[in-house]
């Protein structure tokens, strides 16, 4: 079905200027991750510092949530280096923290409290493909 450049018009005339709640692509607490972070920026703009860490220089900064709910609400969410906010997913790792949130490293190890080592960086690594790296090296340095 086709409609007529006039209806055309008069339906981008109608959805001009209607942003938030007015949008209809408006879902609200239904929104997906992207879209709530996405909100949270326009709403109180970029994230300019560390607030775990005044003293962290950083070429940019993030806005972390804290409960893993994604509420659209300042309160639950704070202001990060990406170092700094890596390594407080990691320590919190609430619930339903993030469903696209790897289980395993990309050898099918586990990520477990006892097989995953976080570097200084707050990056997860198993340990156990490190371990198997560190051997294969030494093999290799010997022969």
Not at 43 to 68: L, V
Not at 89 to 96: G, M, Q, R, S, V
Request: glycine share 8%; proline share 4%; charged share 25%.
């Amino acid at each position: 079905m086709s409609i007529s450049a006039e209806t055309s018009a008069r339906i981008s005339a109608s959805l001009q200027g209607k942003i938030g709640e007015q949008s209809r692509g408006w879902k609200g607490e239904g929104a997906g991750y992207y879209a709530k972070h996405m909100w949270i920026a326009e709403q109180y703009g970029k994230a300019t510092k560390c607030t775990k860490n005044p003293g962290h220089k950083a070429k940019r900064f993030e806005w972390a949530n804290i409960s893993g709910k994604y509420l659209r609400d300042i309160t639950d969410y704070v202001q990060l280096c990406p170092s700094c906010h890596r390594i407080m997913d990691n320590k919190l790792n609430p619930p339903n923290y993030d469903h696209t949130r790897k289980t395993h490293c990309k050898h099918g190890h586990p990520f477990t409290q006892e097989s995953t080592y976080i570097d200084p960086r707050g990056f997860r690594n198993c340990k156990i493909c490190r371990k198997n790296f560190a051997e294969r090296r030494k093999e290799n340095a010997i022969n």
